[in-house]
């Protein structure tokens, strides 16, 4: 399959320190190297993709780069022989709109070594529904397990539960056996996580768990999206040796709590950086969302389609608190 001279893309630019972006023409040659040629079907809007396309965090290490997180599509050529034309693949982090340009273009290059084949038990729209949001609920519960949380040991509570990265957990944890909680400031969609699977689901509003270092103990874990007050009021409530994933920052950066549950119930605070992740891991945790972790409501938790040139206004309603679920973007399919 031959790529044509010219195609769209998402363009970030920083002109002399001012921030510019929009759809552009390029071509092949004006994209990052790399061993694997992708004709991009879809990619997804996360958070971080928000503040790149925005200028309002600092996400782009270099300019110009294409937006984009994540993408799926089929390749068309390949100079490493693993990859053949018409192979499905699927690319989350690894630099994407960071260091490299991402998916929110028609053709992609990758590097080979973070080209993932599409997973038996995925298509490559489900893969982007999933794509980083998924990818980091998962990582989530990967790394907890590795450091001992078991269903028997009680519920885990996720935060910022309406969330693309909050309602992937709920169904993740659903489908491994937990008990899956919610915490949500938006009591609109209360109805919604239930049927997700959260076996309760608690108003941001109603939360008045003290401010003493230890309060009692409730969830025998967590997976926090908000950081801040949220996550150093959890610190105080997750019982002994649970753990708590922390994989987000929409409530702020800061975390001011003690080191009493930590030496005390021995409750473990674990980092979530999904972009970094490495290969031997990020195909375990694809193998488990394409199976016994794939998420039952996919099609629900896509609450929106968009294309290439209806980017700008998601990022701006996500960033001002207005998500909710997964908004794929749909890009040549």
Same mark, same amino acid.
């Given at each position: 399959?031959?790529?044509?001279?010219?195609?769209?893309?998402?363009?970030?630019?920083?002109?002399?320190?001012?921030?510019?972006?929009?759809?552009?023409?390029?071509?092949?040659?004006?994209?990052?190297?790399?061993?694997?040629?992708?004709?991009?079907?879809?990619?997804?809007?996360?958070?971080?993709?928000?503040?790149?396309?925005?200028?309002?965090?600092?996400?782009?290490?270099?300019?110009?780069?294409?937006?984009?997180?994540?993408?799926?599509?089929?390749?068309?050529?390949?100079?490493?022989?693993?990859?053949? $034309?018409?192979?499905?693949?699927?690319?989350?982090?690894?630099?994407?709109?960071?260091?490299?340009?991402?998916?929110?273009? $028609?053709?992609?290059?990758?590097?080979?070594?973070?080209?993932?084949?599409?997973?038996?038990?995925?298509?490559?729209?489900?893969?982007?529904? =999933?794509?980083?949001?998924?990818?980091?609920?998962?990582?989530?519960?990967?790394?907890?397990?590795?450091?001992?949380?078991?269903?028997?040991?009680?519920?885990?509570?996720?935060?910022?539960?309406?969330?693309?990265?909050?309602?992937?957990?709920?169904?993740?944890?659903?489908?491994?056996?937990?008990?899956?909680?919610?915490?949500?400031?938006?009591?609109?969609? =209360?109805?919604?996580?239930?049927?997700?699977?959260?076996?309760?689901? /608690?108003?941001?509003?109603?939360?008045?768990?003290?401010?003493?270092?230890?309060?009692?103990?409730?969830?025998?874990?967590?997976?926090?999206?908000?950081?801040?007050?949220?996550?150093?009021?959890?610190?105080?409530?997750?019982?002994?040796?649970?753990?708590?994933?922390?994989?987000?920052?929409?409530?702020?950066?800061?975390?001011?709590?003690? /080191?009493?549950?930590?030496?005390?119930?021995? /409750?473990?605070?674990?980092?979530?950086?999904?972009?970094?992740?490495?290969?031997?891991?990020?195909?375990?945790?694809?193998?488990?969302?394409?199976?016994?972790?794939?998420?039952?409501?996919?099609?629900?938790?896509?609450?929106?389609?968009?294309?290439?040139? $209806?980017?700008?206004?998601?990022?701006?309603?996500?960033?001002?608190?207005?998500?909710?679920?997964?908004?794929?973007?749909?890009?040549?399919?």
């Amino acid at each position: 399959m031959s790529v044509p001279a010219q195609f769209r893309a998402f363009r970030i630019h920083a002109d002399s320190g001012r921030h510019r972006a929009g759809i552009e023409s390029i071509g092949l040659e004006d994209l990052s190297p790399g061993e694997v040629v992708v004709k991009v079907a879809f990619s997804s809007i996360n958070y971080k993709d928000a503040l790149a396309g925005t200028g309002k965090g600092r996400i782009l290490r270099r300019f110009p780069l294409v937006g984009g997180i994540d993408a799926s599509g089929h390749v068309v050529a390949s100079t490493d022989p693993r990859f053949k $034309e018409g192979d499905a693949v699927l690319c989350t982090g690894s630099g994407l709109s960071e260091s490299r340009d991402g998916g929110y273009t $028609e053709y992609l290059r990758l590097e080979s070594q973070w080209a993932i084949p599409l997973p038996a038990g995925l298509d490559l729209r489900e893969a982007m529904i =999933l794509g980083t949001a998924g990818f980091t609920a998962a990582l989530s519960l990967y790394r907890m397990e590795q450091n001992g949380q078991t269903p028997a040991m009680g519920p885990i509570v996720v935060t910022g539960a309406t969330g693309g990265v909050g309602m992937l957990a709920i169904d993740i944890l659903t489908r491994a056996g937990y008990e899956a909680h919610a915490i949500t400031g938006k009591l609109q969609h =209360l109805d919604f996580l239930s049927q997700l699977g959260a076996r309760q689901v /608690v108003s941001r509003e109603n939360l008045h768990w003290g401010q003493k270092p230890l309060e009692n103990a409730i969830w025998a874990g967590a997976i926090d999206n908000v950081g801040d007050e949220m996550l150093a009021g959890l610190t105080r409530v997750i019982q002994p040796y649970g753990n708590i994933a922390s994989c987000g920052l929409a409530g702020g950066h800061a975390l001011a709590t003690t /080191v009493m549950p930590f030496i005390i119930r021995g /409750v473990s605070l674990l980092g979530i950086a999904s972009a970094g992740t490495a290969r031997p891991i990020r195909d375990a945790i694809w193998e488990r969302l394409s199976g016994d972790w794939k998420p039952a409501h996919l099609d629900r938790i896509c609450t929106r389609a968009v294309g290439l040139d $209806e980017l700008a206004p998601v990022f701006d309603t996500m960033l001002g608190g207005g998500s909710f679920g997964r908004t794929l973007v749909c890009v040549t399919d």
